[in-house]
């Protein structure tokens, strides 16, 4: 089943979406990806939170409150008897003639769907590669937009060169992964970029400060160029589907010495959260 307002029904059978929604014809609207662990949603508030502050400061209102729509998503989940995996939605400006300003009557559309998948543990095990690319993503990658090309081809660039994820660098800082925040350790530190309109604040990015405080790992609001990565004791990302994974290598050069102390201790406290 999937969402469609306040209406759940089938996917592919009865679907209907207008020609003219704003979210296909000019990516006007906003998501969110919230992890689902054994039958229930990991941080669910935070994300409703940050999708009522994405629709705020794209003046747009959203069609139902922080409470109908948690209902909503969790009526989702279990109708679909999701254990392990995802559930995404997003809304949009509505439908209505094709035109670049706000239309007058429209009214948003929410839809939401569920999606099995498994936690990558080999790579929160191993580590992975990541390259770099340089950043050429819009001033406001604080709102989570459906607007999403940046990203799309920073990982497509990470795809073709037999990375994971591509660490986007812009005015030779780092600012964050094409879909998760960036971090590197030096001196037992956690070094990532300040959370401003740069960077997507990550649910996951939250959580790895409050385990950094819980663990006395002082965690660092600063920017640091490809240069600091290289010279790092550690680096990871994070993301509500990669978790806390170590990375292992940026571009040719390999950081550390595998997975570091460091990263392993977050992963352990995070393990303990799920
Ligand atoms: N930055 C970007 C650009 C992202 O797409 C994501 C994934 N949504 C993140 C960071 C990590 O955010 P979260 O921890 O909320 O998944």
């Known amino acids: 089943m999937i969402l469609i307002n306040d209406q759940f029904i089938k996917r592919n059978q009865d679907t209907h979406i207008d020609i003219e929604d704003r979210g296909y014809q000019f990516g006007d609207g906003i998501y969110e990806v919230v992890r689902v662990y054994q039958g229930k949603t990991f941080r669910l508030d935070d994300h409703l939170?940050?999708?009522?502050?994405?629709?705020?400061?794209?003046?747009?209102?959203?069609?139902?409150?922080?409470?109908?729509?948690k209902l909503k998503i969790t009526q989702l989940i279990e109708m679909n008897n999701l254990q392990d995996g995802i559930v995404y939605f997003q809304v949009t400006r509505g439908v209505a003639p094709r035109t670049h300003a706000f239309p007058q009557n429209a009214k948003p559309v929410l839809t939401a769907y569920t999606k099995?998948?498994?936690r990558p543990i080999d790579q929160f095990k191993n580590g992975?590669?990541?390259v770099t690319v340089e950043d050429i993503r819009?001033?406001?990658?604080?709102?989570?937009?459906?607007?999403?090309?940046?990203?799309?081809?920073?990982?497509?660039?990470a795809h073709e060169h037999q990375a994971e994820e591509a660490i986007?660098?812009?005015?030779?800082?780092?600012?964050?992964?094409?879909?998760?925040?960036?971090?590197?350790v030096?001196?037992?530190k956690i070094y990532t970029h300040p959370a401003d309109h740069f960077i997507l604040r990550g649910i996951t990015r939250i959580v790895v400060e409050e385990i950094a405080n819980k663990l006395g790992i002082p965690f660092i609001e600063k920017l640091f160029s490809v240069k600091d990565v290289y010279r790092a004791d550690e680096a990871f990302i994070s993301s509500t589907t990669a978790e806390i994974t170590p990375v292992i290598q940026v571009n040719d050069k390999v950081i550390g010495n595998g997975p570091g102390p460091i990263v392993r201790a977050i992963q352990e406290e995070f393990q303990k959260l799920i």
């Open 116 to 118: 099995k998948s498994p």
């Open 138 to 157: 819009w001033l406001r990658c604080d709102i989570k937009s459906l607007n999403l090309l940046g990203n799309v081809l920073a990982k497509q660039y």
């Open 49 to 69: 939170d940050r999708f009522e502050r994405s629709a705020k400061e794209i003046f747009m209102e959203l069609p139902f409150s922080k409470t109908e729509t």
């Open 168 to 184: 986007q660098i812009r005015d030779n800082t780092v600012t964050e992964g094409s879909s998760s925040n960036f971090y590197i």
């Open 186 to 188: 030096e001196n037992g």
């Open 128 to 130: 992975i590669k990541v």
